[in-house]
């Protein structure tokens, strides 16, 4: 990991480390640090892996109570109050559903597909950053890590649109695959300037250097192309109206979830929603500076005559940098669910001429814009 | 060289305007968020049927003359009429009459043209059943009134959108004493009434006048 620049490290509060105080507080009950690490390892996981199962269940709730406002009509109602309780009875009814498995289909594959399809996109959490030390673990490699893993996903895609030996999710599943290599490309590299700007594939190494003045500071300003680019390619990813091919109901029936019932879809309709949110987290911690304040903290803790070190300002940072990170995610959400209703499908031809003609050609012409810059104003582009 | 920068150019020039369109377009979609929805929740609500509503005929037995007026004009010949000849009154005895209104087509010309009167159109378009054999209805249950919406006592009735008092596009908890935009029929044939007795009066003011110079 090449370390960030000193302006920055001199800049970057230590933060709070949860870690470190449950470490030392399992020290002080007469436990090794090794055992005090291996007891905390868990926590962090579960406590994302639950995150991102309560984020399903709000974007699902959202996007139907969205979808009806912008047709409209009431949505959800009577399920909980203002039906928030109705993602949690689909996924019951899912739940308890017979899990059929189709009698011409390859049954290995059939349920390989699905797995697959889940665990790159519940694993590419491990490097979304709510904090400074609020992440399962920092990897150097970060945000590299999550495009190579996104790239697992058009395999169990393929897996299960052949598996199900029929026609639609077949295509389906070729559409998909297609679709999603297609539009890895500009994705990798549009974050491939912003590495170059960060000089860091860390996470929280991107979301540090962008939170020097605030709101001005975001990636935003410095790379607009990249992140339409981004925002694009993440929903051509994760098959999202005006890209949803590999599903398109009006023509493919469901594409390759055709012929799944039960929990096997659920899958499927979960990785599509983690999908979604983790591709929202993302475009604001590379665009928008992650668990940044639009004011930085330094300036109000001084300005408060507090001082940052503090215990109060530490935690109440760490609970804001939390709810900065998700309202950001979820005005991107909303977005997403907005052009879903505004945007008509492409056709499969269009598709692939928007990635490969247009999208292509102005990232690798805005990596090298990019590039120009760091070398002609190193002050501002990262030198 | 030229060519080429007008081509980038036009490429431009294109790309901006899908953005544009694309911004327009969410700008529509995201205006809907705050509009109203137009929901009526169907077995809890339900819309007034307006005063022309075609719904399932009612039939009074006891008017009807078995002319079969009503089977000529109807496009189907549907209604059937089962009479008898009595010989010594030398009159139709009506014994049967039936409609099905699962072929009816609700266009009301049997209404139209019976000369007695005994065929009206209800407000009834809940006809729903599990046996399509269940929807030839026969003289008495033609005869049945259907429960109005406005008394049903488990149903919240909403007015229609032409039935809203002026600039009110909501028919949720709109008092029903306020009246809907325009004149009623009954307004409209008051005002006439009076403009008539007005006219009336003039007239015969003038004439008074036209006799005294007369005299």
Same mark, same amino acid.
């Given at each position: 990991?090449i370390?960030?620049a000193?302006?920055?490290?001199a800049?970057?509060a230590?933060?709070? $480390?949860?870690?470190?105080?449950?470490?030392?507080?399992?020290q002080?009950?007469?436990?090794?640090?090794?055992?005090?690490?291996?007891?905390?390892?868990?926590?962090p996981m579960?406590?994302?892996?639950?995150?991102?199962?309560?984020?399903?269940l709000?974007t699902?709730w959202l996007e139907?109570?969205i979808s009806?406002?912008?047709?409209?009509?009431i949505?959800p109602?009577?399920?909980?109050?203002?039906?928030?309780l109705q993602?949690?009875a689909?996924?019951?009814?899912?739940?308890?559903?017979?899990d059929?498995?189709?009698?011409? !289909? $390859?049954a @290995?594959?059939?349920?390989?597909g699905p797995?697959?399809?889940l665990?790159?996109v519940?694993?590419?959490?491990?490097?979304?950053?709510?904090?400074?030390?609020l992440l399962i673990s920092?990897?150097?490699?970060?945000?590299?890590l999550?495009?190579s893993?996104?790239?697992?996903?058009?395999?169990?895609?393929?897996?299960?649109?052949?598996?199900?030996?029929?026609?639609?999710s077949?295509?389906?599943?070729?559409r !998909?695959a297609?679709?999603?290599i297609?539009?890895?490309?500009?994705? &990798?590299?549009?974050?491939?300037?912003?590495?170059?700007?960060?000089?860091?594939?860390? *996470?929280v190494?991107?979301?540090q250097?962008?939170n020097?003045?605030?709101?001005?500071s975001?990636?935003v300003?410095?790379?607009?192309i990249?992140?339409?680019i981004?925002?694009?390619c &993440?929903?051509?990813?994760c098959?999202?109206l005006p890209? $949803?091919?590999?599903?398109?109901?009006?023509?493919?029936?469901a594409g390759?979830? *055709?012929?799944?019932?039960?929990?096997?879809f659920a899958l499927?309709?979960?990785g599509s929603?983690?999908? =979604?949110? @983790?591709?929202a987290?993302?475009?604001?911690v590379l665009?928008l500076?992650?668990w940044?304040?639009?004011?930085p903290?330094e300036?109000?803790?001084?300005?408060?005559?507090?001082?940052?070190?503090s215990p109060?300002?530490q935690?109440?940072?760490?609970?804001?940098?939390?709810?900065?990170?998700?309202?950001?995610?979820?005005?991107?959400?909303?977005l997403?669910?907005?052009?879903?209703w *505004?945007?008509?499908?492409?056709?499969?031809?269009?598709?692939?001429d =928007?990635?490969w003609k247009?999208?292509?050609p102005?990232?690798?012409?805005?990596?090298?814009f990019?590039?120009?810059?760091?070398?002609?104003?190193?002050?501002?582009?990262?030198g | 060289?030229?060519?080429?920068?007008?081509?980038?150019?036009?490429y431009?020039r294109?790309?901006?305007?899908?953005a544009?369109?694309?911004?327009?377009?969410?700008?529509?979609t995201?205006?809907h968020?705050?509009?109203? /929805?137009?929901?009526?929740?169907y077995?809890?609500?339900k819309?007034? /049927?307006?005063?022309r509503?075609?719904?399932?005929?009612?039939?009074?037995?006891?008017k009807?003359i078995?002319?079969?007026?009503c089977?000529?004009?109807?496009?189907?010949?549907l209604?059937?009429?089962?009479?008898?000849?009595?010989k010594?009154?030398k009159?139709?005895?009506?014994?049967?009459y039936?409609?099905?209104?699962?072929?009816?087509i609700?266009?009301?010309?049997?209404?139209?043209?019976?000369?007695?009167?005994?065929?009206?159109?209800t407000?009834?378009?809940?006809?729903?059943t599990?046996?399509?054999?269940?929807l030839?209805?026969?003289?008495?249950?033609?005869g049945?009134?259907p429960t109005?919406?406005?008394?049903?006592? #488990?149903?919240? /009735?909403?007015?229609?959108l032409a039935?809203?008092? %002026?600039?009110v596009?909501?028919?949720h908890?709109? /008092?029903?004493?306020q #009246?809907r935009a325009?004149?009623?029929?009954?307004e409209?044939?008051?005002q006439?009434?009076?403009?008539s007795?007005?006219?009336?009066?003039?007239k015969?003011?003038?004439?008074?006048?036209?006799?005294? %110079?007369?005299?």
């Amino acid at each position: 990991m090449i370390p960030p620049a000193p302006v920055l490290l001199a800049l970057a509060a230590p933060g709070l $480390d949860l870690e470190l105080s449950f470490s030392q507080a399992m020290q002080g009950l007469g436990l090794s640090a090794q055992l005090a690490h291996i007891l905390w390892l868990p926590l962090p996981m579960l406590l994302v892996l639950v995150a991102a199962v309560i984020g399903v269940l709000v974007t699902v709730w959202l996007e139907r109570k969205i979808s009806a406002a912008a047709q409209q009509r009431i949505g959800p109602e009577y399920a909980g109050a203002l039906g928030i309780l109705q993602p949690m009875a689909d996924g019951l009814k899912l739940l308890v559903k017979e899990d059929v498995i189709p009698a011409r !289909a $390859d049954a @290995l594959l059939f349920t390989l597909g699905p797995v697959l399809v889940l665990i790159p996109v519940i694993l590419s959490w491990l490097i979304v950053p709510f904090g400074q030390n609020l992440l399962i673990s920092n990897v150097g490699i970060g945000i590299f890590l999550w495009i190579s893993l996104s790239s697992i996903q058009p395999i169990g895609l393929l897996m299960s649109g052949y598996a199900s030996n029929n026609k639609y999710s077949l295509l389906g599943g070729l559409r !998909a695959a297609a679709q999603s290599i297609s539009y890895e490309i500009p994705l &990798a590299l549009s974050v491939l300037a912003i590495v170059m700007m960060s000089n860091s594939l860390s *996470t929280v190494d991107i979301v540090q250097q962008q939170n020097t003045a605030g709101l001005l500071s975001w990636n935003v300003w410095r790379q607009p192309i990249g992140f339409l680019i981004f925002w694009i390619c &993440a929903l051509a990813e994760c098959e999202r109206l005006p890209f $949803d091919l590999p599903e398109a109901e009006e023509e493919l029936v469901a594409g390759y979830q *055709t012929e799944y019932a039960g929990m096997k879809f659920a899958l499927f309709y979960l990785g599509s929603y983690i999908n =979604l949110i @983790l591709s929202a987290l993302l475009v604001s911690v590379l665009y928008l500076g992650g668990w940044g304040f639009p004011i930085p903290v330094e300036w109000l803790a001084s300005l408060l005559g507090q001082s940052i070190d503090s215990p109060f300002v530490q935690v109440f940072t760490g609970s804001m940098g939390i709810m900065m990170t998700i309202i950001k995610a979820y005005l991107l959400v909303f977005l997403a669910i907005l052009l879903r209703w *505004t945007t008509p499908r492409v056709r499969i031809d269009q598709l692939l001429d =928007l990635g490969w003609k247009f999208l292509l050609p102005i990232s690798l012409v805005n990596l090298l814009f990019t590039a120009a810059l760091k070398l002609a104003f190193p002050l501002a582009f990262g030198g | 060289m030229t060519s080429f920068l007008k081509k980038v150019a036009d490429y431009t020039r294109e790309a901006v305007d899908a953005a544009n369109y694309l911004a327009k377009g969410l700008s529509v979609t995201f205006d809907h968020m705050r509009r109203r /929805p137009v929901t009526v929740q169907y077995p809890y609500e339900k819309l007034i /049927p307006s005063e022309r509503y075609r719904g399932r005929i009612h039939y009074e037995f006891d008017k009807c003359i078995a002319c079969e007026v009503c089977v000529r004009v109807c496009p189907i010949n549907l209604p059937v009429v089962d009479w008898v000849m009595n010989k010594e009154t030398k009159k139709k005895e009506l014994r049967n009459y039936s409609i099905d209104f699962g072929v009816c087509i609700f266009c009301g010309n049997c209404v139209e043209y019976c000369p007695t009167n005994c065929l009206s159109m209800t407000e009834e378009y809940e006809l729903s059943t599990f046996d399509r054999h269940s929807l030839n209805f026969d003289n008495v249950a033609l005869g049945r009134l259907p429960t109005s919406v406005t008394t049903d006592p #488990s149903v919240h /009735p909403l007015r229609e959108l032409a039935y809203l008092p %002026k600039g009110v596009m909501d028919p949720h908890d709109i /008092p029903s004493s306020q #009246s809907r935009a325009g004149k009623l029929p009954s307004e409209i044939i008051q005002q006439i009434n009076q403009e008539s007795a007005l006219d009336k009066t003039t007239k015969n003011l003038s004439n008074i006048s036209a006799a005294e %110079k007369d005299n």
